[in-house]
């Protein structure tokens, strides 16, 4: 622990893990002023630039060489002057859409969140959409979470997230649709309650997927502005067809820094165990609901002897049988012969898949982690941070990612594997 004393106007960097207490005066984190009496924990592979507003005294827990001073602001003057050109430019009653492209390690986060707390300076309701399931800041990864903020933050990921969708991957590779789809819902949510919306989105930017997938999102929200934060001309194949007034390009800030793998998890895995901390065993009854993007409980039941649980799909779809261990052919001689495709799925490999509880309008209510599929009881054992009425859950949706009790990740299931 060590005592610092800050004079006005003076920039600091100030590198997590650290925790740093404001004794006196004021100091501004990512456009965010932290006061005397107020705590802001920095956690590890963060990084923040640290402005005193008046002279300051601060109590640090962290390494003396994790503070150190700057000669000047490490925000480049064009962030600030964006978020007056985009204050003057919303128009009353009219959703704002604002969106950030970027590579991996280029600070669209950090980006994002000071440009949120600019605009609430100018009396603006924001809401800041990430996009990024890999490295979520705003609800746990491997879903979209939006925050509409009440106030300025510095870290969006210590804000309980206002609205959900899951996605169910770390990576939108497999889930092409469901990322359009989550898109147009929160988009939808943004009408209803923000004046302008800050779209964060991932660093997959080149080859046919990223190419493909970041060309539809433009088309589908056609942005108001599209922000290129880039170190040389990366980006500009995504924005060719876009008149030049709609573009807005950015450097990227000289203290963005690489985040190796093992950070990018870490972090990750930071969130999803602050998201599942409080989190709880549910048994949702079979009968109670509707299952969404699986084959299970959507077809017509057919018992077959030696299975757990076994049903007819639709069209050519075939029969879905899950079973307690890979089937043997000497196990379906007795079946009948008109099944069609057998699709086997064993058993105890659902185990920590992500789920998401939606109510009765397709709301996502809360995620969670499926302990397990009790063909015994024809119950679901889920756990998940949820407080309100078992009754009001409808729907079961499935993802792919699988993690384990506390939120650490745990393998990965195919789409459409049951």
Same mark, same amino acid.
């Given at each position: 622990m060590n005592n610092q004393t800050l004079k006005q106007n003076d920039f600091y960097l100030l590198?997590?893990?650290?925790?740093?207490?404001?004794?006196?005066?004021?100091?501004?984190? /990512? #456009?965010? !002023?932290?006061?005397? &009496?107020?705590?802001?924990? =920095?956690?590890?592979?963060k990084r923040v630039p640290v402005k005193a507003i008046s002279d300051a005294s601060l109590e640090l827990k962290a390494p003396p060489e994790s503070?150190?001073?700057?000669?000047?602001?490490?925000?480049?003057?064009?962030?600030?002057?964006?978020?007056?050109? /985009? #204050?003057? !430019?919303?128009?009353? &009653?009219?959703?704002?859409? =604002?969106?950030?492209?970027?590579?991996?390690?280029?600070?669209?986060?950090?980006?994002?969140?000071?440009?949120?707390?600019?605009?609430?300076?100018?009396?603006?309701?924001?809401?800041?959409?990430?996009?990024?399931?890999?490295?979520?800041?705003?609800?746990?990864?491997?879903a979209f979470g939006m925050l509409v903020m009440n106030s300025p933050t510095v870290f969006l990921s210590e804000e309980p997230a206002t609205h959900l969708y899951m996605l169910g991957a770390h990576s939108p590779g497999l889930h092409f649709l469901p990322a359009m789809t989550g898109l147009s819902y929160m988009l939808e949510k943004a009408r209803a309650g923000v004046d302008v919306l800050i779209i964060d989105t991932t660093g997959w930017v080149q080859g046919d997927g990223g190419r493909a997938l970041k060309k539809a999102k433009l088309d589908f929200i056609k942005p108001d502005l599209v922000v290129l934060m880039q170190r040389g001309n990366e980006l500009e194949h995504l924005v060719k067809h876009l008149p030049s007034s709609k573009v807005v390009r950015l450097p990227v800030s000289k203290k963005a820094s690489p985040t190796s793998q093992m950070e990018r998890k870490s972090l990750r895995e930071l969130v999803s165990k602050r998201y599942f901390k409080n989190s709880r065993v549910f048994e949702i009854?079979?009968?109670?609901?509707?299952?969404?993007?699986?084959?299970?409980?959507?077809?017509?039941?057919?018992?077959?002897?030696?299975?757990?649980?076994?049903e007819r799909l639709s069209g050519w779809e075939g029969t879905l049988v899950i079973s307690s261990g890979p089937l043997l052919m000497e196990m379906t001689k007795g079946w009948p012969k008109d099944l069609g495709r057998i699709m086997n799925f064993v058993s105890g490999h659902e185990k920590g898949l992500l789920i998401a509880f939606l109510d009765e309008n397709q709301d996502v209510l809360a995620l969670g982690r499926l302990e397990e599929i009790d063909f015994l009881n024809n119950c679901f054992r889920v756990r998940a941070p949820f407080p309100g009425d078992l009754n009001s859950i409808k729907c079961i949706q499935f993802g792919s990612v699988k993690v384990t009790e506390n939120g650490e990740e745990a393998g990965f299931l195919e789409p459409g594997s049951f």
């Open positions: 590198v997590g893990p650290a925790s740093l207490s404001v004794q006196s005066g004021e100091v501004e984190v /990512i #456009a965010a !002023g932290i006061k005397a &009496g107020q705590t802001l924990e =920095v956690p590890s592979g503070f150190s001073k700057m000669e000047t602001s490490s925000i480049p003057e064009e962030w600030d002057n964006l978020a007056g050109r /985009i #204050a003057s !430019g919303h128009i009353m &009653g009219r959703l704002y859409n =604002v969106m950030v492209l970027g590579e991996v390690d280029t600070g669209k986060t950090f980006f994002c969140t000071y440009l949120a707390n600019r605009l609430i300076e100018k009396k603006k309701r924001i809401g800041v959409l990430d996009c990024d399931t890999g490295q979520s800041d705003i609800g746990p990864p491997g009854p079979f009968k109670q609901i509707i299952t969404d993007r699986c084959y299970f409980l959507s077809g017509t039941p057919l018992p077959l002897e030696g299975t757990l649980h076994s």
